[in-house]
């Protein structure tokens, strides 16, 4: 309930709800999906780093989560960590074979250029 209520805020454009939404989902819980969510907020809205930090300790917990390493990969590709960036995205890719995953980790390994700013997508439940 939570993340579809932050996907709803953020859809709107009301960024800060959205992410006190999906903190919320996370502290009851509902938080596969929140977790993405929050590191998608993160790293179009605040910054690169916050969202790397948040992203590793949320890999800890959820490992599995294609969204968290699909942006792992843009935030290394930022950092010029081209080799990290192809192998968060490999992962992102196995776990979840779609076009958006397939499409930048087919773009590291071909070693052409990303427009990272171009994937802020949001995932509802």
Do not use: C
Not at 14 to 32: L, M, P
Not at 73 to 87: F, P, R, T
């Amino acid at each position: 309930m939570w993340n579809n209520l932050g996907a709803i805020y953020q859809i709107k454009g009301d960024v800060q709800q959205a992410k006190r939404d999906y903190e919320q989902a996370i502290s009851i819980g509902q938080e596969n999906t929140a977790y993405g969510n929050l590191a998608q907020i993160l790293y179009y809205h605040e910054n690169s780093e916050t969202a790397y930090y948040f992203i590793l300790r949320a890999l800890k917990k959820h490992p599995l989560n294609a969204k968290l390493w699909f942006y792992l990969s843009l935030i290394e590709y930022d950092k010029g960590n081209y080799q990290k960036a192809l192998e968060a995205a490999s992962l992102s890719y196995s776990l979840e074979p779609n076009i958006l995953n397939r499409e930048i980790y087919t773009h590291l390994q071909k070693n052409e250029p990303i427009n990272t700013r171009k994937y802020d997508v949001i995932y509802v439940d």
